[in-house]
Structures are given as structure tokens and as C-alpha cells.
């Protein structure tokens, strides 16, 4: 094993100036979102020593609670999900700066409240005016939320203080909706007040991409045409619908993970190096890649995308239902729960190199992968050996759950005769960096309180995303499945995404654990 020069020590989040006074108001404080992953995270932060002293939440939701049941919620939410002890010294400042209201998001009158709650909290904790809300609802209050914001003069950024606002995922249900919540944001808001979310931006493995390609001078020279066959993403999970059905049944594993999450895959892998990591720079570059992407036709929905719905089967030596025997899910539901597709960026760098992507729940492993395999190399020098075949190189960005990024190459075996053999080079994050705790939401939440917006969607990003989705969703709907479930639960998915890569000459990369 290689070794590194020298080990940093291990913290959540090394290096890194404190947050911006304020405060961070949660719209669905009472969700699973917040108790998951907001309210560990904002304690990692404080463990950190990340958060200003001058931080404060207050949480809103419809549940009837007062600050004190809030609290005790929040400690069990942190004993639940940080997975280790408290520190008593850092829980009573952390704790003491949690409020709560309760409110219907529909009522005006719950704008004024919270109005009042700020100005208090403000001058509890000289917050400096400062405020951005976190929407952790329902998408359909997204924009009506920030309306009501705004016309409350809550988005208002007069002096020098700021308001920012996270909204969460699904950004709309397809390229119009979100086009249109896009238009109802602006029209309230400037586009530097608001930060649309994608938690696998969170990601250290999914951060590291860029780190990857452009701290280092061997890999981008070979990054293109020239030298890569194509690429392979995959995030495959072994969990169905975890009681999210009636929300799952609507959307479809392609508007829930392909336009966001594997978009943002996508573009950072193929991306041109932007010239600084300023916000916009960076987001330029992933906007073109997610421009030069050739929506598909007709024709080519038909032969560049699989879906599929998962059936029963056997997960880990447990037997799982159907997803039509799922809570909350229609008996007879054509909704896709796996996806796979051939995409072509139609730029200089990757003219002909397929981008080959597939999501699914219910797979045969939890695993979400980039594999970039190279060309292979000439096969002249073999012809009069015993070697059949030369294997090409694949380089692995193993994203979660193991994070590292393994080379594949051929070795000679040893012995008298000339064979050869595939073997891999391996770093692994966990081995270099320890283990940190960590929910992901930690390096977005600060961003957003020291105002850099690089981890987050700009609008024409996420409507980038819905155009290259957007054709597919209309033709399938067009098109109902007929052979709807069509993979067994524990498995790769259909044998429609192996024949989408077989009649290319390629397979799919697997990784059982
Ligand atoms: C969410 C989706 O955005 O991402 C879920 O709504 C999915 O359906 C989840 O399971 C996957 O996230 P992660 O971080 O577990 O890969």
C-alpha cells in the first residue's frame, strides 16, 4: 500500500472558519429530514467548532410543541443518529439555542409569528439579522412558502444583513413545473438567496471527483476520447421504498435520482476544469456538460433506456415483498423503480463515449460507482502468447457505501509461461482520513451560512437536468409498461439494462460486498 506523505489528523471538518452569525429557520422541524439529518449534522458542526456563538433555530411545524419539547426531541434525534456519546459542555450551549413554533405553512398569520420570534431571538442571540430558512416540507409548499416569505418582507436584505433559502429535493415533477417554481423563486428572491439542494453534493467521495481530476497531472491528460471507452455510473440500493410510498408511487426512480443526483455525477466527471472554484465558475462548467447532453428522441428512448419495478425476492437471506405489496403503493402500479440509460455528451472531450447510467432499489448490493474503463491497449505483442484477450483498465470512484478509488490493470502471473492476470490498486478514504462522523449536510449547511453556493443547483442547472430526463418520462408515459415487475428483488435489475450494454460489446460493472 502506498503511503501517504502525512496523515492529517482526523476531524469532521478540518479546516474552516466559522459560520455567519444567524439563524436558521427549518419549515418541517417536526419531519424526518430534520431529525435525521439536519439536527445531527448542525451538532457535528458545533462539535467542530463551526458554528458561530452567535447561531440560534428556531423550527416550525404543524406538531404542538413547546421549546422545551423540542429540545428534548433534538437530544433524542442526536442519541439516535450521531451514533456516538454527547458532550455535556457542547449539548447545553448546542441545546439552548433551539425554539420552536407551531403553525400551519398555509396560515398568514403563522408569517407574522414567526416574524415576532425572529426579531426576539435576534436580540437573544444578536443573530446580526441574518436568517435563512431550510424548507424540509412537502414541495408542494416550496414556493408558496417563499412567497409568504417574501411578501412579510422576511427575504428582504436591507443593510448588511442577509436571508438565504434551501430548498430541498424534488425541485418540480418535470421540466415545466420546475420552470415554473424557478420563475415563482425569482420573482421574490435573487438567485444568490437561493440554494437548491442535492445531498450527494454533501458527499466527500462525491466532492473528491473534482479533487481527483484536477489536483492531480496524470489523470486529466487521459480524460477523453481518445483514451476512454465509456463510463459506467451506477447507485444501486438494496433498500425498496422505506415507508416513503405514497411520495415514491408519484415520482419513479427516474425523477427522484436522475435529473439531481446522477446529473450531478455525470457533470463532474466529464466537466472542463473550471478556472477557480468560485461558485458560478464551477457551475458554469457542470451547466455545459448538462447543455451538451443529447436529450434522446423517439426512437432512441426506446433503445437507450431500460425501467423496471422490483418484484419479491431475497435481500441479505430476508425474504421482501413486491413493490405493488409496498405500503401506500398502487396494487397494480406502473411506477419504475429502476432505471438505466444510455446518455452522449456532444462536446470535443466526449464525442462517441457512451455514459452509461442505472439507478434501482431493491439491487443485489448497496453500491453507487463511477467506473471509467480505458480503451484497450493493442493487442500485437500477445498474438503469439498463451494470452487470449487483454482486459481494459477501469478506474472505479467508489462513491458509498465504500469510498475509495481502485485502478485495474493487468499483471503478468508468475510462472514460465506468459499469462496475465487483472489486479487493482486500491486507496481507501477510511484507511487514509479515519472514519468521520458525518451526515453529509454538514459541509451544505456551512456553506450556506458563510454564503458560497458552489455545492448548490443554480436554476438552469436543475432545468438542464429535467431536459435530458423530460423526453424519456414522455414516452413512457405514452407507453405504459407491460411487464411490470420485471426484476426479482436482490438482483441487478432487468435483463434489459445487461442487453442495453451486450449489444455494445460491454457489461456492467458489479460489486457484491
Ligand atoms: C434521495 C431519494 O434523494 O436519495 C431516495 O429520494 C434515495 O429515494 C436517496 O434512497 C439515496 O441517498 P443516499 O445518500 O442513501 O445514496
Redo the contacts with the bound molecule.
Keep these: 500500500m502506498a503511503q501517504l506523505a502525512e496523515k492529517p489528523a482526523p476531524a469532521t471538518l478540518r479546516v474552516g472558519k466559522q459560520g455567519d452569525p444567524c439563524i436558521m429557520v427549518i419549515f418541517g422541524a417536526a419531519g424526518d429530514l430534520t431529525a435525521r439529518m439536519l439536527i445531527p449534522a448542525l451538532y457535528n458542526l458545533a462539535r467542530a467548532d463551526l458554528l458561530s456563538k452567535e447561531f440560534a433555530v428556531l423550527g416550525v411545524a404543524r406538531a404542538q410543541m413547546t421549546d422545551e419539547d423540542f429540545r428534548k426531541r433534538i437530544l433524542e434525534d442526536v442519541r439516535q443518529y450521531c451514533g456516538d456519546c454527547i458532550e455535556d459542555a457542547t449539548w447545553d450551549s448546542f441545546s439552548r439555542r433551539f425554539y420552536y413554533l407551531a403553525g400551519d405553512f398555509n396560515d398568514d398569520q403563522v408569517f407574522l409569528k414567526i416574524k415576532d420570534r425572529l426579531a426576539q431571538i435576534d436580540r437573544d442571540h444578536a443573530t446580526h439579522q441574518n436568517v435563512f430558512y431550510y424548507l424540509a416540507t412537502a414541495p408542494s409548499y416550496f414556493g408558496k412558502i417563499v412567497e409568504k416569505l417574501a411578501a412579510n418582507g422576511l427575504m428582504e436584505q436591507t443593510g448588511d444583513h442577509w436571508r438565504r433559502v434551501i430548498i430541498e ?1 424534488p425541485f418540480g415533477h418535470d421540466l415545466e413545473s420546475a420552470k415554473i417554481l424557478n420563475q415563482q423563486l425569482l420573482k421574490v428572491a435573487d438567485e444568490k438567496q437561493i440554494y437548491r439542494i442535492d ?2 453534493l454533501g458527499k466527500e467521495t462525491v466532492q473528491n471527483i473534482m479533487a481527483f481530476r484536477f489536483a492531480n497531472g496524470i489523470f486529466e491528460p487521459i480524460w477523453n476520447r481518445r483514451y476512454i471507452d465509456h463510463v459506467q455510473i451506477s ?1 444501486c ?1 438494496t ?1 425498496g421504498v422505506e415507508g416513503r410510498g405514497s411520495y ?1 408511487d408519484h415520482a419513479g426512480s427516474m425523477r ?2 436522475v435529473p439531481n ?1 446522477i446529473m450531478q455525477l455525470i457533470s463532474l466527471t466529464a466537466m472542463e476544469p473550471p478556472i477557480s472554484f468560485d461558485a458560478n465558475a464551477v457551475r458554469d462548467e457542470q451547466a455545459k456538460i448538462l447543455h451538451a447532453i443529447q436529450p434522446l428522441g423517439d426512437e432512441e428512448v426506446l433503445t437507450r433506456s431500460v425501467r423496471g419495478q422490483y418484484g419479491e425476492g431475497t435481500i441479505g437471506g430476508q425474504h421482501v415483498p413486491a413493490y405493488r405489496a409496498e405500503p401506500d403503493v398502487a396494487p397494480d402500479s406502473r411506477t419504475e423503480t429502476f432505471v438505466a440509460m444510455k446518455v452522449m455528451i456532444d462536446n470535443w472531450r466526449w464525442a462517441d463515449v457512451p455514459f452509461y447510467l442505472r439507478t434501482g432499489k431493491r439491487m443485489a448490493a448497496r453500491n ?1 460507482n463511477i467506473v471509467i474503463q480505458f480503451r484497450r491497449a493493442p493487442f500485437v505483442l500477445f498474438r503469439d502468447t498463451s494470452v487470449e484477450h487483454l482486459m481494459p483498465n477501469q478506474l472505479v470512484l467508489h462513491i ?1 457505501p465504500e469510498e475509495g478509488i481502485s485502478l485495474q490493470f493487468a499483471a503478468k502471473v508468475p510462472g514460465p509461461v506468459m499469462r496475465l492476470g487483472t489486479v487493482d490498486m486500491n486507496f481507501e478514504y477510511q484507511e487514509y482520513f479515519g472514519k468521520q462522523p458525518s451526515t ?1 449536510y454538514e459541509r451544505l449547511l456551512h456553506d450556506c451560512m458563510i454564503g458560497d453556493q458552489t455545492l448548490f443547483q443554480r436554476a438552469d442547472m436543475v432545468e438542464a437536468g429535467w431536459n435530458v430526463v423530460n423526453p424519456v418520462l414522455d414516452l413512457w408515459k405514452a407507453l405504459p409498461p407491460r411487464n411490470f415487475p420485471n426484476y426479482a428483488s436482490g438482483t441487478w435489475g432487468p435483463k434489459e439494462a445487461d442487453e442495453l450494454l451486450d449489444r455494445d460489446g460491454r457489461r456492467w460493472r458489479n460489486f457484491e460486498k
Design positions: 429535493k445531498h450527494y447507485v440500493e433498500v415514491f427522484d435520482m443526483h453507487t458509498q453529509g
